[in-house]
């Protein structure tokens, strides 16, 4: 057996036997206000915690095989149109992030002063475990309770993925252990009270699985009701200069 494997199942027998009671610790470490969570983050996070992490230089979707990383792209014009179009607050700091959909450690003390999106979107950032697992984190702006309330930027997605176990059996104990501790957030068959989904299956890449929390069709309109973009008593626009 793997030497991670090996640790990964022993870890989660030790989250299962916090789970019933048998230690002091509890399974609070993947849960927090009903939302699952890895180790690091958790859906409905902000951007807070956030900071903790070391990211990853994030690399521009369109820089193709020469992996360009956004901080370093050019800007074009067409980019300060589509981030006025979408955002507002200071955004003429991060405008090829916002455009691009990514962020990094650079972008979070930026991302505190865009203060409203209009149109749904999401950014995206990653950064690798203590033992080496390579994880993707979506962020959006949420609306508030009502249309003038500030949004706030929140973790919706955690995507990670464990190696390839060395045998089927191995394959199975992880999917198994993975299963058994989110299985209050199992797509399909949510726990009352829980917030969030779980999906997990295993691949050619090891297995993946994925944490999320959010409804882009419902969210746009209420995105669009923010009195910057447009809705009741209509003021501020993006600061491009």
């Known amino acids: 057996m793997r030497p991670f494997i090996r640790n990964f199942l022993a870890l989660s ?3 299962a ?16 206000d009903n939302r699952p969570c890895l180790a690091e983050v958790c859906i409905g996070d902000g951007l807070e915690p956030l900071n903790a992490l070391q990211w990853e230089a994030a690399v521009s979707p369109t820089s193709g ?15 300060l149109s589509r981030a006025s179009g979408s955002f507002r607050g200071e955004v003429e700091p ?12 650079d972008t979070l003390p930026h991302l505190a002063k865009v203060t409203a999106a209009c149109t749904t979107h999401a950014l995206q950032g990653h950064f690798k475990s203590a033992s080496g697992l390579p994880t993707q984190v979506d962020i959006v702006l949420t609306p508030g309770t009502g249309p003038t309330d500030r949004q706030r930027w929140t973790v919706v997605r955690i995507l990670r993925v464990i190696p390839p176990a060395a045998t089927p059996e191995e394959a199975k ?12 957030w199992r ?12 999906v997990g299956a295993n691949n050619s890449k090891g297995f993946r699985f994925e944490l999320s929390e959010y409804n882009s069709s419902k969210e746009g ?3 669009k009701e923010h009195p910057a973009c447009g809705g009741a008593a209509a003021t501020g626009k993006a600061r491009l200069n």
Request: hydrophobic residues 40%; charged residues 30%; positive net charge.
């Open 13 to 15: 027998a030790a989250a």
């Open 17 to 32: 036997a916090a789970a019933t009671g048998t230690t002091a610790a509890t399974a609070a470490t993947y849960e927090k």
């Open 65 to 79: 095989r020469e992996k360009t990383t956004v901080g370093k792209r050019k800007i074009v014009r067409g980019d």
């Open 94 to 105: 991060i405008i090829a992030y916002l455009v691009d959909g990514r962020f990094d450690g």
């Open 173 to 184: 104990a992880v999917k198994a252990a993975l299963d058994e501790r989110y299985a209050k």
């Open 187 to 198: 797509l399909g068959k949510r726990a009352p009270g829980a917030i969030g989904s779980y």
């Open 221 to 223: 309109q209420r995105l």
